[in-house]
């Protein structure tokens, strides 16, 4: 994911991009990769914002190492596309908004429809290298000596009802990165940016006022 990113930083941004501000978003496992994209260019963005980032996964009641080990070796038997024991199909019939990462019901019903229509949008299980790589990220973003490499303003947005991603996690991440901040949302879910319209406001207040602010 971090090759795919430079890659088009090389190709399409940067090269068009001149003195312009140039800010990294990423969300969930795009917030981990965009953390490591910021330990490797420390130079390449002005500002970034990583949204409810994976710094490490929920895996519920299977403890991290043991379904690491056991997508490694699904990984080794060649099996790394497929889905993974955890997952299931999707089926738009078993989701529900209550059970979904959502607290707006008119977005979840809009991007859910968008789903229905569009199969690359239906993102619901993970294949086995997915989340191998989702676990073992961890290891790499809170080594303290890869933080330190982070010289990029960056602020950090939780949701306080997360159930994807591990908020201690996060926490350390941000206490382990020089001047980086958080900013926590509590009555927000994963996808905070399906959030009812107080989460929103107050989401984009924080998100475009740090943008705004001088170097």
């Given at each position: 994911?971090?090759?795919?990113?430079?890659?088009?930083?090389?190709?399409?941004?940067?090269?068009?991009?001149?003195?312009?501000?140039v800010?990294?978003?990423?969300?969930?496992m795009?917030?981990?990769?965009?953390?490591?994209?910021?330990?490797?260019?420390?130079?390449?963005?002005?500002?970034?914002?990583l949204?409810?980032?994976?710094?490490?996964?929920?895996?519920g009641?299977?403890?991290?190492?043991v379904?690491?080990?056991?997508?490694?070796?699904?990984?080794l038997?060649?099996?790394g596309?497929?889905?993974a024991?955890?997952?299931?199909?999707?089926?738009p019939?078993?989701?529900?908004?209550?059970?979904?990462?959502?607290?707006?019901?008119?977005?979840?019903?809009?991007?859910?429809?968008?789903?229905v229509?569009?199969?690359?949008?239906?993102?619901c299980?993970?294949?086995?290298?997915?989340l191998?790589?989702?676990?073992?990220?961890?290891?790499?973003?809170?080594?303290?000596?890869?933080?330190?490499?982070?010289?990029?303003?960056?602020?950090?947005?939780?949701?306080?009802?997360d159930?994807?991603?591990?908020?201690?996690?996060?926490?350390?991440?941000?206490?382990?990165v020089?001047?980086?901040?958080?900013?926590?949302?509590?009555?927000?879910?994963?996808?905070?940016?399906?959030?009812?319209?107080?989460?929103?406001?107050?989401y984009?207040?924080?998100?475009f006022?740090?943008l705004?602010?001088?170097?």
């Amino acid at each position: 994911y971090v090759e795919d990113l430079e890659a088009l930083m090389n190709q399409a941004v940067r090269p068009r991009m001149g003195d312009a501000p140039v800010y990294l978003y990423g969300h969930s496992m795009g917030g981990a990769v965009a953390a490591l994209m910021l330990m490797k260019h420390p130079d390449w963005f002005n500002r970034a914002v990583l949204n409810a980032p994976m710094i490490r996964c929920v895996t519920g009641s299977i403890p991290s190492p043991v379904a690491e080990m056991f997508v490694s070796l699904m990984c080794l038997r060649g099996k790394g596309k497929e889905r993974a024991a955890v997952g299931q199909p999707f089926d738009p019939e078993r989701e529900t908004f209550e059970g979904s990462h959502s607290t707006s019901r008119a977005r979840y019903d809009y991007f859910q429809q968008k789903r229905v229509a569009t199969p690359h949008y239906q993102n619901c299980s993970p294949t086995n290298s997915w989340l191998r790589e989702a676990i073992g990220v961890t290891r790499r973003l809170l080594k303290p000596a890869n933080a330190a490499k982070i010289k990029t303003p960056l602020l950090l947005m939780q949701a306080g009802l997360d159930s994807i991603v591990c908020l201690p996690e996060q926490e350390r991440f941000v206490s382990l990165v020089k001047g980086a901040r958080l900013e926590r949302l509590d009555d927000a879910k994963h996808e905070i940016y399906c959030g009812h319209d107080d989460v929103l406001r107050r989401y984009y207040e924080a998100i475009f006022a740090f943008l705004n602010e001088e170097a």
